[in-house]
């Protein structure tokens, strides 16, 4: 790598949903590498230098990896385009990522997963404090190159508002604005499909969040949800 940046973190605290959240006396490593991209060597060898491209590889501990290939210009005109590249959170993270031919692949394994934690910080992130003036709206918008083209998910418990779901595992892919998953769990399975709103659809009615679509060939409701 050409560049590499590395920290403890130390003396930071990170208030985010478990498992990433962090007090201040406790060290989780971080390493942010940068530099050419190379082609798949033979017997783990070292490729050539793939011209024009460009490798990030982050890694959070055991916590979270990424590594992204980029290069030309991005779908959004902005930034580079996001030629191919692997994301890891839980389990595999810290170790080797293979990279797909084209495309992002994102896997995640953990023990428990609360959406409602998640989606209550995100709602909460870059939120201006109480009586400060609503900041702009940022100005770079990355392409939907930079969405995963397969999503992996094994996830022991998931809570979501007021159901716990047990044993939950996603494999989906997208194209273009269309989800396609398999999802299989203790209290149901089946299929799910996610079509985005386009961005004429977005401009009509900001809060038109796309269509969601199921088929499940089995459903178990506890007492209480029936």
Do not use: C
């Not at 920290?7 to 208030?15: A, K, Q, R």
Request: zero cysteines; glycine letters at 12%.
């Amino acid at each position: 790598p050409e560049i590499v940046v590395s920290s403890s973190l130390s003396g930071m605290g990170l208030n985010l949903p478990p498992p990433f959240a962090k007090a201040p006396d406790v060290a989780l490593p971080l390493r942010l590498e940068l530099g050419a991209a190379r082609a798949s060597g033979s017997n783990g060898a070292v490729g050539a230098v793939l011209p024009g491209q460009s490798l990030m590889r982050l890694d959070w501990g055991r916590l979270a990896s990424l590594a992204l290939v980029t290069g030309g210009t991005g779908e959004s005109g902005v930034g580079p385009r996001a030629l191919r590249g692997a994301v890891v959170v839980g389990t595999g993270a810290g170790d080797p990522l293979v990279l797909p031919e084209r495309g992002i692949s994102a896997s995640l394994a953990l023990d428990t997963l609360d959406v409602d934690d998640w989606t209550t910080w995100l709602d909460g992130f870059g939120a201006p404090a109480p009586g400060a003036k609503k900041p702009d709206a940022p100005s770079l918008s990355l392409g939907a190159d930079y969405l995963p083209s397969t999503v992996s998910l094994r996830v022991r418990e998931l809570g979501w508002g007021s159901h716990t779901l047990h044993k939950v595992a996603v494999n989906g892919s997208r194209a273009g604005r269309l989800w396609r998953a398999q999802v299989d769990a203790t209290e149901f399975s089946g299929q799910i499909e996610y079509r985005q709103a386009s961005v004429p659809d977005l401009a009509a009615d900001s809060a038109n969040t796309g269509r969601l679509y199921a088929r499940l060939s089995r459903l178990t409701l506890g007492s209480s949800e029936a």
